[in-house]
């Protein structure tokens, strides 16, 4: 008999009340395949590597061994395989169908980029290796670098943030920098009231005060509340643009013309340059520093939550201050320029370093890919199709659902909806569920907080017209049922390999971690 | 274009139905001033598969890869070889084209994985919990201290002159602006563990909030930390222990074991590649009653409406989506794939599996460093080490490695390159030892430095 999975483990049986279906004695139902967790399953014995003899030698531990168990069940090859792939059947991915994860852009991941980036010369090289033997690599941060100053009309570049809190960290960081060398450090970082958290938790990281802009009635930044709100303690600003309600800051040359008056910074949050990149380049409108993430415009894959990349573009002002380490071109070669280069490469002012070694290497040959394989006539088309889509689902939707900014005229990347017109006792929450049950994954929900049940759709330029019309149709029909009063769909999702999950039961006794079944009972 | 599925007769459509006559007229809100014209100057044209795989495979063939010839280098990443399977599951597209498991329902896959990485991280740190990752080792190193410092409300951290000197330079940074207080120290060739343990335990005071040690240290040197940490609880500090090679542990007591109370590293010898750096996946673990205080996503047991056990991210009050400038980071997205890869591995390695592959790292190195003590001019350091050891040469390793690096062997990181100023340090050689070592690798290492230093 196999040994594959076969250690008794049961699922817990339902408690009834799912459907009229008869139980199986698995508790799976064909393809729907229930998992336990490796602990339940491997042993500390069991092994599915093979290793040599190793020779027999003293050990020079000075007596530090381990003298007691750690705790790790292994699995041989094919019951590893097993379980990681079972589990794998249990999560909604861009492979499977549209993601319209608002302000996320989850858009196709092409193998191409995966190929590239497992070539041995770049999977396969050591960070420290002599610079001689890495000039390849270095071509590749110095081609992605290039493209990106290109992008954004903007001549200094930080590559090492390796995800984009990463890089609004280390704008933040230059523009301290920047202040600090003219010997007028500043305290405030002014945060509009729809930015993303890592907005200000990422200035209160760098050590600044955070206070809000509001915003305008028609989801833009108030103009006048941030001027008045301007002083000489203001070390800049963070503006998202496109912005988190995905409309385009009309007044950001004027934002940054106000900011740059008292002596302050513009820093931008690319999340959203999906919507404009290849078209307008944010150097244009006056910005000194923005991240870009290459797992969100660029295509790298998400990874179920990363890793990411998050490389800083900077203005003439503040590229001076970008930290270490960097790469620069001197006639046919690369020169990678760390600390101990910094005083004779004339780069005294770098703020530091951020990272153990030169940034995201395997993202930057991913991106590298996908950027030559658009072009600059390919990444336009990028854009255009991804707002083109978004604008085709809020027009398709809007007579449907609340779009507060409808009116106003187009979005950009992404579509606002809000719960306003839903029955008394449903909510964002209900329709999110509703459409897993339809096959989708949901909007991003409640976020910007300047929507009440905000619903953010963000299409980008991977779908076709077909699965965008099908999209829109389950929407249309999840949002009726939820202005009808439908009282099934406070039950979504009953189709998904679990139904809703008690969050608030986690959050106050947490289990982090398996622990022993007799351990857990006696800690009871 | 490839990636592109609309067609020029679904733009019409669309258009349509939205309203507008042209692609421009969704783009009226940009300032006129800031509109191209055409696409964006200075860049190339699209480009077909076979002419992108052309252009980089011609740059992947420029590197001298790890995989080219002898290999000695580590110094925070390691040479290890990874299980086939393991870079199959995390191709698989459930897993690599998902996103962070907002929606849980259908995102078990991803947080049944991240519930099991956090199991096995604990467990391998001996802590009570660990989180679902950070960006790397050097990050997690600079968030302990922080973390430690809203717990003991002092400002003040101790840094080990064992501590990988890119970490203490990413803690240096930050803390210039943080305003918090960083005592560091360099490493020295001639001292012991011993010694570093000694001089930090008179360091540390009332004023202190956490003392930073990392074992194995940069130069390989193993030490006990159990009489640090006491030192360090007696005087109200924390102790935050530091591993750069996760390898070590299925050998070594872990830092838990010895009294740590915040353990972080580098998860990359384990299921994820050199990858010239990046990325990399920062292990995070600590004891239950700091967890409120940690940074990073949580993935935690739950059950659903039908009373079935599932997984949730949890305890999100912490975070910046949440708490926004009052989080205990500004992380958000943070190394997840990595922390899959680490799984995976750790699971087909198994309790037995990283055991004996952490003996024969261990006898490998041994063996290694006792060959290369015959080499003329060379010294090999006393003392407790893992993996890798440090050797002293008789003139500036740099040079060295740099020659026999021409002559296809990776012989090692020379201090020269970490430690940029000097102070006798410029003389030493880092020498990292793996189950992918040879011993023809070994004998070429020692025929490669006898010739460089002759």
């Given at each position: 008999m196999s040994a594959i999975n076969q250690s008794g483990w049961r699922p817990e049986m339902s408690a009834g009340g799912e459907s009229d279906a008869p139980a199986t004695y698995t508790g799976n139902r064909a393809l729907m395949l229930e998992?336990?967790?490796?602990?339940?399953i491997g042993d500390l014995d069991r092994t599915g590597v093979d290793l040599p003899e190793r020779p027999k030698v003293a050990s020079r531990l000075a007596g530090l061994e381990r003298n007691r168990p750690i705790g790790l069940p292994g699995l041989s090859e094919p019951e590893a395989v097993r379980h990681y792939t079972r589990l794998s059947r249990q999560n909604y991915?861009?492979?499977l169908g549209l993601f319209p994860l608002g302000s996320c852009t989850m858009k196709h991941n092409p193998r191409l980029n995966e190929k590239m980036a497992r070539l041995p010369g770049f999977?396969?090289?050591?960070?420290?290796?002599?610079?001689?033997?890495?000039?390849?690599?270095?071509?590749?941060?110095?081609?992605v670098a290039e493209w990106l100053k290109a992008l954004t009309n903007m001549p200094g570049i930080a590559m090492s943030p390796k995800a984009g809190a990463h890089g609004e960290l280390c704008g933040l960081l230059a523009i301290r920098a920047a202040h600090e060398a003219k010997g007028d450090a500043r305290k405030i970082i002014l945060v509009p009231e729809s930015a993303h958290g890592t907005n200000p938790a990422t200035a209160a990281f760098a050590g600044y005060q955070v206070k809000g802009i509001p915003a305008t009635v028609d989801g833009r930044?108030?103009?006048?509340a941030l001027k008045a709100a301007l002083s000489p303690e203001v070390a800049g600003v963070m503006i998202t643009n496109p912005n988190t309600c995905g409309l385009f800051e009309r007044d950001m040359i004027a934002i940054g013309e106000a900011v740059h008056a008292i002596g302050g910074y513009v820093y931008c949050d690319g999340a959203n340059f999906n919507a404009i990149v290849g078209r307008v380049r944010p150097g244009d409108l006056g910005v000194d520093a923005m991240h870009i993430n290459l797992h969100k415009t660029f295509s790298t894959p998400h990874g179920g939550g990363g890793p990411g990349s998050g490389p800083v573009v900077f203005s003439e002002a503040l590229a001076p201050f970008a930290p270490l380490p960097f790469v620069e071109k001197h006639d046919d070669r690369y020169v990678l320029v760390e600390e101990e280069t910094v005083a004779e490469e004339g780069h005294s002012k770098a703020f530091g370093r951020m990272v153990a070694f030169h940034g995201q290497m395997g993202m930057f040959t991913r991106a590298a890919a996908y950027m030559l394989s658009h072009g600059a006539d390919g990444l336009k088309q990028v854009s255009e199709d991804a707002v083109l889509s978004a604008n085709y689902i809020l027009r398709s939707l809007e007579g449907v659902m609340d779009a507060p900014f409808a009116p106003s005229g187009p979005c950009m990347h992404e579509a606002i909806f809000s719960d306003k017109n839903f029955a008394e006792g449903f909510s964002t929450l209900d329709v999110a569920k509703g459409l897993i049950d339809e096959g989708f994954h949901p909007m991003t929900v409640y976020f910007p907080l300047v929507v009440h049940g905000a619903m953010l759709v963000e299409p980008t330029e991977t779908e076709s017209k077909a699965a965008l019309d099908q999209f829109i149709g389950a929407l249309r029909s999840v949002a009726e049922r939820a202005k009808a009063g439908d009282t099934a769909l406070k039950a979504a999702p009953i189709y998904a390999p679990r139904r809703r999950l008690d969050e608030t039961a986690a959050a106050r006794k947490p289990v982090l971690v398996w622990k022993e079944p007799v351990q857990a009972e006696a800690a009871e | 274009m490839r990636y592109l599925p609309l067609q020029p007769e679904d733009r019409q459509a669309m258009l349509g139905v939205i309203g507008a006559k042209s692609i421009d007229d969704l783009f009226v809100d940009v300032p006129g001033a800031?509109?191209?014209?055409?696409?964006?100057?200075?860049?190339?044209?699209?480009a077909t598969e076979l002419q992108v795989e052309r252009q980089l495979g011609r740059l992947a063939r420029m590197n001298q890869a790890a995989g080219d010839g002898p290999f000695f280098l580590g110094a925070g990443a390691y040479k290890h070889h990874v299980p086939a399977s393991v870079d199959h599951i995390i191709q698989r597209g459930e897993f690599l084209t998902s996103y962070t498991p907002y929606q849980p329902e259908i995102a078990q896959g991803t947080l049944q994985a991240l519930f099991e990485f956090q199991t096995q991280v604990a467990r391998l740190y001996g802590c009570e919990v660990a989180n679902a990752s950070m960006y790397d080792g050097s990050t997690a190193c600079w968030e302990a201290i922080v973390m430690a410092r809203r717990i003991t409300r002092r400002g003040k951290a101790i840094l080990s002159g064992g501590l990988h000197p890119h970490y203490v330079s990413v803690c240096e940074t930050m803390a210039k602006f943080t305003g918090d207080v960083l005592e560091t120290a360099l490493p020295k060739l001639d001292g012991t563990a011993e010694m570093e343990m000694a001089r930090l335990i008179a360091a540390v005071d009332t004023e202190t909030s956490c003392v930073v040690?990392?074992?194995?240290?940069?130069?390989?040197?193993?030490?006990?930390?159990?009489?640090?940490?006491?030192?360090?609880?007696?005087?109200?500090?924390?102790?935050?222990?530091?591993?750069?090679?996760?390898?070590?542990?299925?050998?070594?007591?872990?830092?838990?074991?010895?009294?740590?109370?915040?353990?972080?590293?580098?998860?990359?010898?384990?299921?994820?590649?050199?990858?010239?750096?990046?990325?990399?996946?920062g292990l995070f673990a600590c004891a239950e009653k700091h967890v409120r205080q940690m940074p990073g996503r949580l993935a935690g047991e739950t059950v659903d409406a039908d009373g079935k056990r599932g997984f949730v991210l949890t305890l999100s009050t912490r975070e910046q989506h949440i708490r926004r400038e009052k989080a205990t980071s500004n992380i958000c997205t943070n190394s997840g794939l990595c922390a899959l890869a680490f799984t995976v591995h750790m699971t087909l390695l198994g309790e037995k599996g990283l055991r004996d592959l952490a003996a024969l790292n261990h006898a490998l190195a041994v063996q290694a460093a006792d060959r290369l003590a015959r080499v003329p001019g060379v010294k090999v350091m006393d003392g407790a080490f893992f993996n890798e050891f440090t050797l002293t040469l008789p003139k500036p390793s740099r040079p060295v490695v740099r020659e026999m690096a021409r002559n296809g062997v990776l012989g090692g990181v020379s201090l020269g390159r970490l430690y940029p100023d000097g102070d006798g340090r410029e003389n030493g050689l880092l020498v990292a030892v793996?189950?992918?070592?040879?011993?023809?690798?070994?004998?070429?290492?020692?025929?490669?430095?006898?010739e460089a230093l002759a």
């Open positions: 998992e336990p967790l490796l602990f339940e991915a861009i492979d999977a396969d090289l050591h960070p420290l290796t002599p610079v001689d033997g890495t000039q390849g690599a270095l071509a590749v941060i110095h081609l930044v108030d103009l006048d | 800031a509109r191209l014209s055409g696409t964006v100057p200075g860049l190339p044209m699209h040690v990392q074992n194995p240290g940069i130069l390989g040197r193993v030490a006990d930390l159990s009489e640090l940490a006491e030192a360090c609880h007696a005087k109200g500090a924390l102790l935050i222990a530091v591993v750069t090679e996760p390898v070590s542990l299925g050998l070594i007591r872990s830092p838990g074991e010895m009294g740590a109370d915040i353990v972080v590293g580098e998860g990359q010898s384990i299921g994820v590649g050199l990858q010239f750096g990046g990325p990399y996946v793996t189950e992918t070592t040879t011993g023809e690798d070994v004998e070429a290492l020692c025929g490669a430095l006898e």
